[in-house]
């Protein structure tokens, strides 16, 4: 998740209960590939403290998907994602991620120019760098002959948000709709992992999806936002103290201070974790204005400290 799942926040969710596998924020080859890629740079860094990482990737020059991936590989990545989902206005305006739905002409010189890359790698190393894709039901309506597009390309991976782009995420996701994507699944490319997304809570509810619709995994997005533990199968979180949440806190701010010293990462950019943690007990939510005002790490550790 875009300013979400950077390093530092999958230390810390790692910590707490560990996903099978991570995923990066999605990364514009376009200006990864030009003289701006600078910035970009903090959006891929990985600790050696981190579980297995695959880096999402997204933009419009296919050769450009081909030299990110050499680098990918380079990084340490396990693997790379191309975003063929995201439903932010001017990104689907610009030609990129949900747009390419209905671009099947670009995607397919997408997926090839991964793929060459991909193979190039795994000649070179003898492991395979696997290749995935996460997208949506469709662009406005329901669209399986983009699955079928997709399935036959042989990814080794194929995620799918249970939602049409125009739905973004404000309807409940229709996890029925997915039965159809699994039975081309079968009949296409059987060796394609199919994992489901969208409203799922926790291990246990994505374990039982995972049952239900017969796939090989589940992906889990905001459902963090609810419970840090929610990898684990057995959650600790609603019976936490508040001392244990400001500690965890703690240890977030710590480690983003020490992650980003030449604030590479803005420091307000830690306000979108504070009520992960900073909830759930009395003035919650007084701690959490107060801590949200604060300016530099320095005041937020003085913060939690005293709290
Ligand atoms: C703040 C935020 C940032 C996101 N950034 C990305 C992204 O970079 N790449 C991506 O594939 N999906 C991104 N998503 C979408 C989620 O990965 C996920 O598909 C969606 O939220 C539905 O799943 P959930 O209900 O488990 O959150 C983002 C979602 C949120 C809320």
Known sequence: MDDVTDTVFRQIVHGCAPADLYMTEFVNVDVLQSPGREKLLPKLKVAASEGPVIAQIWGKNPENYYKTVLELHEMGFVGVDINMGCPVKNVVQSGCCSALINNRGLTGEILSAVGEAAREVADETGQDFPV?????????????????????????????????????????????????????????????????????????????????????????????????????????????TKAEKVALYRKHVELFAETWQNNERRVVTLNKFCKIYINGFPNAKELREELMAARDTDALLEILDKA
């Open 132 to 240: 995935s894709v996460k997208t949506r039901l469709g662009l406005k309506a329901i669209d399986y002959t983009w699955h079928e597009f997709l399935l036959q390309h042989k990814l080794n991976m194929l995620t799918i948000h249970a939602r049409t782009t125009k739905e973004m995420s404000k309807v409940p996701a229709h996890w029925d709709d997915l039965t159809p994507i699994r039975e081309l699944r079968d009949k296409l490319s059987p060796t394609t992992l199919l994992v489901g997304n969208g409203d799922v809570r926790d291990r246990k509810h994505g374990e039982e999806l995972a049952k239900q619709y017969k796939l090989d995994g589940i992906m889990i997005g905001r459902g963090i936002f609810d419970d840090p533990y929610a990898l684990s199968s057995s959650s600790p979180w609603t019976d936490m």
